[in-house]
Every structure is written in C-alpha cells, then in structure tokens.
Nanobody, 117 residues
C-alpha cells in the first residue's frame, strides 16, 4: 500500500493547515475496507495517534486535538484528509499517514508541521 502525504508547512499559532494522504493505487473496494489514521511525532517523543477514521465510519481523536482537528475520507479521490484549525505550538511535529488492512500496518512518509510565530 502506497501512501502519499502532503500539506505540511509553517503556520502561526491560531492558523490552519490541511494534510492529505492519498492512496493512488488502491481500488475503491479496498479503500472502503481500510482503517486510516494520522499520527504525529515531536522531537524526542514517541509517535502518537492524532485522529482515526475507521472503515465502519467511526472517528476518534486524541484529547489534545478534539474540537480543533477533523479527519475525513473521500473514496472517490482515495484520500484521507486532516483539517487542523486553531493550531498551537505544541502541535509542531512530523505527521504520518497510517493505513491498516488485514491486521497489517502501512505508513506514509511524514510531513512536517511547524507552528511558530
């Protein structure tokens, strides 16, 4: 499974960014059967789940981002997006797209998000 992440960058506190994760080679039926998520890893810290969008339609968020981040899936575009609003300096990290199929985990290359004034 190939995952292509994009959308990171530098933003001021309070600003917004939208991350996208595309699975260009995935057929639609497989996309529907896949659990997706976004993780992040700050310098010197472990990689933690930020948001998930399961194949059953459920969504979950880390407490630290609830009410600020929104994850969405678009099967027509084979894309999973993470809308990040009201960004804080503590959101600075490398963000990774994650997919899980048949108990196998797949990771995209990270995209750096820097929140700084």
């Amino acid at each position: 499974v190939q995952l292509q992440a994009s959308g990171g960058g530098l933003v001021q506190p309070g600003g917004s960014l939208r991350l996208s994760c595309k699975a260009p080679r995935m057929i639609t039926s497989t996309f529907w059967a896949t659990d997706f998520g976004w993780y992040r890893q700050a310098p010197g810290k472990q990689r933690d789940m930020v948001a998930s969008a399961s194949r059953d339609g459920s969504k979950d968020y880390a407490d630290s981002v609830k009410g600020r981040f929104t994850i969405s899936r678009d099967s027509s575009k084979k894309t999973v997006s993470l809308q990040m609003d009201s960004l804080k300096t503590e959101d600075t990290a490398v963000y990774y797209c994650h997919a899980r199929q048949s108990d196998i985990d797949y990771w995209g290359e990270g995209t750096l998000v820097t929140v700084s004034s």
